[in-house]
């Protein structure tokens, strides 16, 4: 698969305006590990490549199982997620594919056992973001493979 174009630097203010998003959901109280989580499933759920690499390898780099890496694509049956992180994962998917399934009331009043009214703006929030990225990875060819995770405190 060959690269359609480099979006970051066809558009520099788009991208940082894209990593504003992330740096706000650094700060914004959700669970970095839970945040990897649901980026990993919407990526899947989306067929990008690049981001179901990226997110695998900052989950490992975070220290996450690879039980609970390779079980995420059907985490319905697993039994190696909290509550809070199977709300957050039924969320995702409910919010990625919100053409489809508008978000049942069910799948909202779970997150909503869960989550704080703030915590699901930014669960939202995290879900809309991974989804551009998706977009922009998909729609440019953006090649899998070459990302690296950043080194941890315990890394380096």
Same mark, same amino acid.
């Given at each position: 698969?060959?690269?359609?174009?480099?979006?970051?630097?066809?558009?520099?203010?788009?991208? %940082?305006?894209? $990593?504003?998003?992330? %740096?706000?959901?650094?700060?914004?109280?959700?669970? @970095?590990?839970?945040?990897?989580?649901?980026?990993?499933? +919407?990526?899947?759920?989306?067929? !990008? +490549?690049? !981001?179901?690499?990226?997110?695998?390898?900052?989950?490992?780099? /975070?220290?996450?199982?690879?039980? *609970?890496?390779?079980?995420?694509?059907?985490?319905?049956?697993?039994?190696?997620?909290?509550? *809070?992180? *199977?709300? /957050?994962?039924?969320?995702?998917?409910?919010?990625? $594919?919100?053409?489809?399934?508008?978000?049942?009331? +069910?799948?909202? /009043?779970?997150?909503?056992?869960?989550?704080?009214?703030?915590?699901?703006?930014?669960?939202?929030?995290?879900?809309?973001?991974?989804? /551009?990225?998706? *977009?922009?990875?998909?729609?440019?060819?953006?090649? @899998?493979?070459?990302?690296? +995770? @950043?080194?941890?405190?315990? %890394?380096?």
């Amino acid at each position: 698969m060959n690269s359609r174009l480099h979006y970051v630097k066809a558009s520099p203010e788009g991208y %940082q305006a894209m $990593l504003g998003l992330e %740096q706000f959901l650094q700060t914004s109280g959700l669970e @970095p590990v839970l945040l990897h989580l649901i980026k990993l499933r +919407a990526s899947q759920i989306n067929g !990008c +490549a690049y !981001c179901v690499d990226m997110h695998w390898k900052d989950l490992r780099a /975070a220290g996450e199982s690879e039980e *609970r890496l390779y079980m995420l694509s059907a985490w319905h049956e697993a039994t190696v997620y909290s509550e *809070r992180e *199977r709300a /957050a994962l039924a969320f995702t998917e409910a919010v990625t $594919l919100v053409s489809e399934t508008h978000v049942p009331d +069910a799948v909202y /009043a779970e997150a909503k056992n869960h989550f704080s009214d703030t915590e699901l703006v930014n669960l939202t929030i995290a879900i809309a973001t991974i989804n /551009a990225w998706n *977009r922009l990875a998909i729609t440019f060819r953006t090649e @899998p493979g070459k990302y690296h +995770a @950043p080194k941890t405190a315990a %890394q380096k």
